[in-house]
DNA sequence: CAAAATTCCTGACTGC
DNA sequence: TGCAGTCAGGAATTTT
């Protein structure tokens, strides 16, 4: 399930060899991954004859800017990958929805066994038109997630991005202290800090010593300080690993290549397995319908 | 208004 | 062996 980490892995090995290139042919073969245009003719139209510009990301989102002034943006979902090939004489794995085809040789495939990424280009909005950018986002302090959200308004209401935007503690302290939410629930709430899901939550709040349950303005200034240190740590040591990649297989960077930052994982996926720092058994609990995986003794 | 439940989907796994 | 049932989860949508 692809998170921040692995978002981040796949953008930058795209950015690569993407950027400069032009998109020659798209092949739909799956309309649901374009399911927010109105036809698939009007997604392969926005593209094709168009090269890549650059390749961001905005929490779990990648987002290229084409050269005709739009964006693509494109969401993995649960199981969604995007896969480099010579050409078409390349199998194709099951489940490939979508192949873009470049001008300078190459394809590009998406593909997604449980349909929940998707992809869709972006309209500029026109100029001098006010985008209502997320208030979270608006505390942050330089990086380009203002610009990403200003140009593509379907990713304005994200959240801090904790990588495209900067935020200090204090800041921090302030949104945890304006509501009562559950931890957990602040952490994977994609307008309030983007690009945190199930698993990067348990590892951070391990990392924190904090419980998923804790309401979020209970906080002391010291904890809140261990929170906002551990999202940065644990994200950057994940990115560094090249994120997780689970039993299943389901994340494989653009070249097919597992990341292998699941070896460091000390909550996620290890329930009745003791705990590394104490030894007690890891709890699985679930939370509002997600598994919950931390440690009673060290977490609180 | 916010929080919880529901929906989308397929593959892996369980129990009989 | 096969089949029905369950689970997994991001995010938009619906319900409470």
């Avoid at 066994?113 to 309209?123: A, H, L, W």
């Avoid at 952490?187 to 983007?194: C, E, P």
Wanted: hydrophobic fraction near 35%; glycine fraction near 10%; aromatic fraction near 8%.
């Amino acid at each position: 399930m692809p998170e921040l980490p692995e978002v981040e892995t796949v953008r930058a090995s795209l950015a690569r060899d993407l950027v400069g290139r032009k998109v020659k042919s798209v092949v739909l073969t799956n309309g649901r991954v374009v399911r927010r245009h109105k036809t698939a003719k009007d997604f392969r139209t926005l593209i094709e004859g168009h090269a890549i510009k650059s390749v961001d990301r905005l929490g779990k989102n990648l987002v290229l800017a084409l050269d005709n002034g739009t964006h693509l943006v494109i969401h993995l979902g649960m199981s969604g990958q995007l896969l480099r090939a010579q050409g078409p004489k390349d199998p194709k794995p099951k489940h490939t929805h979508a192949v873009f085809t470049f001008s300078q040789g190459g394809e590009l495939r998406f593909v997604d066994p449980r349909t929940f990424g998707e992809m869709y280009v972006s309209i500029p909005p026109p100029e001098g038109s006010e985008v209502e950018i997320s208030k979270f986002a608006r505390l942050s302090i330089g990086g380009d997630g203002l610009g990403i959200r200003k140009a593509v308004p379907e990713l304005a209401h994200l959240g801090i991005d904790p990588f495209e935007d900067q935020i200090g503690w204090d800041r921090f302290a302030a949104i945890l202290r304006s509501r009562s939410t559950p931890l957990k629930a602040v952490l994977t709430d994609q307008d309030i800090i983007a690009g945190i899901g199930n698993i990067y939550a348990d590892e951070i709040l391990f990392g924190a010593g904090l419980r998923f349950d804790r309401p979020s303005e209970s906080l002391s200034t010291i904890e809140i300080r261990r929170l906002h240190r551990a999202i940065s740590e644990i994200l950057t040591e994940a990115i560094k690993y090249g994120g997780s990649t689970l039993d299943d297989e389901q994340f494989v960077d653009p070249d097919g290549k597992p990341g292998t930052y699941q070896q460091f994982h000390q909550v996620y996926n290890r329930e009745g397995q003791a705990c590394y720092q104490c030894r007690q058994p890891i709890v699985r609990e679930v939370f509002r319908g997600r598994s919950t995986f931390y440690c009673p003794k060290c977490q609180s």
